[in-house]
């Protein structure tokens, strides 16, 4: 399998599976209320002892450390409550912790199997994102993807309509510039720039008192009325309740924002940790050997190492804008070429296409208008010396052997020697 062929051991194969397993089963697990106390106790214990099993944890610790955490109180340690939705947030947490660091761990390992050590000049990559996202109960996650959405549509925009026209420029091609009003950034800036949404939310989670609420008002007084993207949605009688929308370049989106505070915090339950790191799997336990909570001043587990100024970790929001910029960063040093997947219909029926919606989505992305980009302009370039090359075997005689004619009089002499419509082409300064 794969997994030989790279170099894995069957102790590490059999590690990767059972916590791919325990991560399914995690997730099962269920919890209900304490009778007249805000207390959550364990409703059924059959996932959680599939989980403990294959994590190699004991299964009663793994409840207690769920339901029962112990956290730093000054100097010494307490044992705190948990509400049955503190509960499901910490498992959820967890689950994603255990699964980022599997595969991060992976990538490395990969990486090492396949390196060869030798420099590299070039690379080819493949980014695949998940597209856009407009769903009745739109939350963090949606804010998230659908950020990143427009930044990586802004970079499409940028790459077709700016970079495209000012080649034309460049090369001294007569050119109008069209100006197809796309440009994304009042939205991007109204999420990413200081006292945008991020920045507000990641403020809130620094205040103990702060709530999702108090976040709402915040983001009510700095853009309500003052960004033409922000605006207070009108709540549908058996709709999700939204709480802001945005218009994103794909459409206007409601979010709801509920839990968005402790979702950004994203802590991790350090008690849970605790037992992780001296689990019987070695895997599990290798993963969270170097894992530094709060308490010690880390970063939230989440292995970056950076400290956020006056906090001791680092919010999901954080996280992601640094990771988009770095990766923003990087496909700014390629030549991109786009695919672009479009939903034929929203029934997921074969054979159905839904004309509207398809055109919707064309004119969304800028495939309309970098097809008139092309249809206007010259989309195929080849440089002067490289067109001699491939298409003097059409006119040899053009071109006669052995006799020394710069590459661009050569490309001259031999497209105006064939019967072709002579407007379809033009001559730049260097193809």
């Known amino acids: 399998s794969a997994f030989d062929v790279l170099g894995f051991t069957a102790e590490e194969k059999a590690g990767v599976y059972k916590l791919t397993g325990a991560i399914m089963h995690f997730g099962n697990m269920k919890f209900k209320q304490k009778q007249r106390e805000e207390q959550a106790e364990p409703d059924g214990t059959e996932d959680a002892d599939k989980s403990a099993y294959l994590m190699g944890l004991n299964s009663a610790d793994l409840l207690k450390g769920l339901c029962h955490p112990r956290v730093k109180v000054g100097n010494e340690y307490v044992t705190k409550g948990q509400s049955v939705q503190q509960v499901y947030y910490s498992i959820g947490a967890l689950a994603k912790a255990v699964y980022e660091k599997m595969f991060n761990w992976m990538v490395v390992r990969i990486n090492n199997s396949l390196d060869t050590k030798q420099p590299r000049q070039y690379f080819i990559g493949v980014l695949d994102i998940a597209g856009f996202e407009i769903f009745d109960f ?5 804010l998230c993807i659908n950020f990143t959405n427009e930044k990586l549509q802004q970079f499409f925009n940028h790459h077709m309509f700016v970079l495209e026209q000012e080649e034309y420029k460049k090369e001294g091609i007569e050119w109008e510039f069209i100006d197809f009003g796309m440009d994304l950034q009042a939205c991007i800036d109204l999420i ?11 403020e809130e989670c620094m205040f103990p008192k702060a709530s999702d609420m108090t976040f709402k008002a915040k983001l009510y007084d700095n853009h309500l009325g003052k960004s033409a993207n922000f605006g207070k949605p009108r709540n549908v009688k058996g709709k999700a309740e939204a709480h802001f929308s945005l218009v994103h370049y794909a459409g206007t989106v409601d979010y709801n924002i509920l839990g968005w505070l402790e979702k950004n915090k994203d802590p991790l339950n350090e008690t849970v ?13 290798s993963l969270f050997s170097n894992y530094a909570g709060a308490d010690s001043g880390g970063d939230g587990g ?12 680092q919010t999901v929001s954080a996280l992601h804008r640094e990771n988009l910029n770095k990766l923003m960063a990087n496909l700014k040093t390629t030549h991109p070429h786009f695919v672009r997947c479009l939903v034929p219909n929203e029934r ?3 054979g159905v296409m839904d004309n509207a919606l398809v055109m919707h989505q064309l004119r969304c992305n ?5 097809i008139r980009i092309c249809r206007k302009g010259f989309p195929n370039r080849i440089l002067y010396g490289d067109f001699r090359q491939r298409y003097r075997i059409l006119n040899p005689a053009a071109i006669p052997e052995g006799q020394f004619i710069d590459s661009r009089k050569g490309a001259e002499k031999l497209l105006g020697s064939i019967d072709i419509d002579h407007n379809q082409y033009k001559f730049g300064h260097t193809k």
């Open 138 to 142: 739109n939350s963090f996650e949606q």
């Open 348 to 350: 997921k029926q074969p």
């Open 192 to 202: 990413e720039k200081p006292m945008g949404i991020m920045s507000i939310l990641e």
């Open 366 to 370: 800028g495939v309309l208008e970098g």
């Open 302 to 313: 989440k292995g970056k190492g950076a400290k956020k100024k006056g906090s001791s970790f």
């Open 273 to 285: 940790v605790g037992l992780y790191q001296k689990s019987a799997l070695k895997l599990l336990a």
